[in-house]
């Protein structure tokens, strides 16, 4: 492995930590026997400023209990092998399962919670006087007029007719199921059926950009993409 790659690992692997609450002073146990991925965690955990707490494979299940009662982790880190073994109620995530994270930094679903960049709607950790929302769906390229007034009209609606708010995500929102649309073609029919939306934002107005839209859409269809080029043209 070169330092590059070591680096890009070990700050994918920060990101998730981080997405599952680790943080600063974090205590995370590591139930791994020595290797890449133990390597990894080690640099993802020291750029949180997390405290590492490796535990002995070779113990047995009560051992390994003893241990974690007494260290009492934030979070243990194992195989899938070895999660039988670790008992006592603490929080386990299997290296599988960081391995199954999606590299991205886009939300993949609608959650909030604080200071968690894995979910769409972010609450910032701050003072009172800077307290915010970072709506993280809209990308680098959105029009920003259209997102600010997506992102206001979605929150009076959400007032007007006292929708209340999901439990705050605890974790990492990528191992939650998808909720967000996976295409545009999905995103305006979505539109398309939220009537309170058109009220809000104009009847004409989404007419118009739904038509629009659907047309770069149809257009976008019409182009072989490089993954189709390179898995189906080179294999079938």
């Not at 330092?3 to 994918?12: A, C, G, L, N």
């Not at 997390?50 to 009662?69: D, G, K, S």
């Not at 307290?131 to 992102?151: H, I, Q, S, W």
């Not at 990528?174 to 967000?180: E, F, I, K, V």
Request: aromatic share 6%; with cysteine.
């Amino acid at each position: 492995m070169t330092f590059h790659e070591m680096d890009r690992r070990s700050d994918r692997a920060a990101r998730q930590l981080a997405g599952l609450g680790v943080g600063e002073g974090s205590r995370v146990a590591l139930v791994l026997e020595g290797g890449v991925q133990f390597a990894v965690l080690t640099h993802a955990l020291a750029r949180l400023g997390a405290v590492m707490v490796p535990i002995n494979t070779r113990l047995a299940p009560p051992e390994v209990a003893w241990c974690l009662q007494d260290v009492t982790p934030a979070l243990v880190v194992c195989d899938a092998s070895g999660a039988a073994s670790v008992t006592g109620g603490a929080r386990v995530v299997t290296v599988e399962e960081l391995a199954s994270v999606p590299e991205a930094d886009a939300p993949t679903n609608v959650h909030w919670a604080i200071d968690n960049r894995t979910v769409s709607l972010r609450v910032p950790a701050s003072d009172p006087s800077n307290l915010r929302v970072e709506n993280r769906v809209a990308g680098a390229d959105a029009n920003p007029y259209l997102a600010m007034a997506m992102t206001l009209a979605c929150g009076y609606l959400g007032m007007k007719n006292k929708i209340k708010p999901k439990p705050e995500m605890k974790g990492d929102a990528y191992l939650a199921p998808y909720s967000l649309p996976r295409s545009l073609g999905e995103a305006l029919d979505w539109l398309r059926r939220e009537t309170d939306l058109h009220e809000v934002l104009g009847k004409e107005f989404v007419t118009i950009y739904t038509e629009i839209k659907e047309l770069e859409f149809e257009e976008f269809m019409k182009v072989i993409s490089p993954w189709e080029r390179e898995h189906l043209l080179l294999h079938v």
